[in-house]
């Protein structure tokens, strides 16, 4: 008997655009490379609540409380979702969430950064949701199911907080002058670290080959980098801001905007551990995980009688 070639098998349906489920056969390589993406991202998501709950005691209104309350509670949200992507790979919540907890796996260099002003709270949702929908829109399509239909449903809750975002900034931009202020400072920050969020350089992406044959991602870093800046450079003229880089400059022949430099060293710093939040963002983690232990403890299942 012949046995058939499972890795051609497996690729000729993925090149098909049939999705993989739970239950089929995949290669090693394709399951620990989903772990290692949708854990990263289901980290990102819960890291992420700590530089905005930061401002929800803080809020300068009832009705921006409640909306930024309702944001942080929709990340716990796509945390979980993608937590539960993840378990049906074969790996169990507990095991993923230790990960996290002592280094080994990372979460997005954009939540090491500090928010220093309300204003910061705008400029997340503008343009740290905007930069992480550039990249999950694609993903809504990536070759694994479960992570697929998960990324619909956080794609429609991320584009309003993007537009709730952009329309905070814009109030504040009509504002005194100290609002002003306030608001080219936030995006001054958060500029650079959210052209960040989309990872190395192509030519330094390790996994991008792979992820990309294997269609669990349909555009490369520097393009969904690149669709940001356009997008961007746009918006920012609605709010009568400025973006802090004085290398953008629309680029008739490219039809895209050029624009300066990323900061590599800094990045690759803020991965490894050295940003300006990073301790702080892991205990905080750690604690919650901790003082949830009466939790676990109470929601677990009675042990059946006679075990
Ligand atoms: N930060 O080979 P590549 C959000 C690592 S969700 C830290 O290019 P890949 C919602 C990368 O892991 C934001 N590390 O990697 C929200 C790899 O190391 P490894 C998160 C980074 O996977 C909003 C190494 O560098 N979104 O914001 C970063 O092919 C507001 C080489 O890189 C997702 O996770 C980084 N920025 O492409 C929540 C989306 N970039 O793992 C609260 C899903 C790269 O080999 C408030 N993920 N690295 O040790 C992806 O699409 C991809 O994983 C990329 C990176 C595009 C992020």
Redesign the pocket.
Known sequence: MILPDMEKLFQDKIDAEIKIEPKDWMPEGYRKNNI??IS??AH??IV??L??GNWIGRAPSLKRKAILLA?VQD?AG?GLYLYSACETLGISREETINDLHSGKA??????NYPTLSWADIGA??WL??G??IM??VM?TRTSYGPYARAMVRICKE?SF?QRQGFESLLVLSKGTEEQKAMCQDAINRWWWPAL?????RDS?????DQ?MKWKI?RKS?DE?RQQFVDMIAEQIKVLGMRLPDDNLKWNEERKHYDFGEIDWKE?WE??KGNGPCNKQRLEARRKAWEDGAWVREAAKPPTPKGE
């Open positions: 290692r993406q990263q991202h990102s998501e992420g609540m530089p905005e944001k990340e796509h990372k979460y997005s260099s954009i939540f997340i949702g740290v949701d930069a992480a990249n999950q993903l991320e907080h960040m969020m989309f990872g190395p330094e992406s390790s996994n991008s992820s991602k870093n969904l990045f803020v991965v």
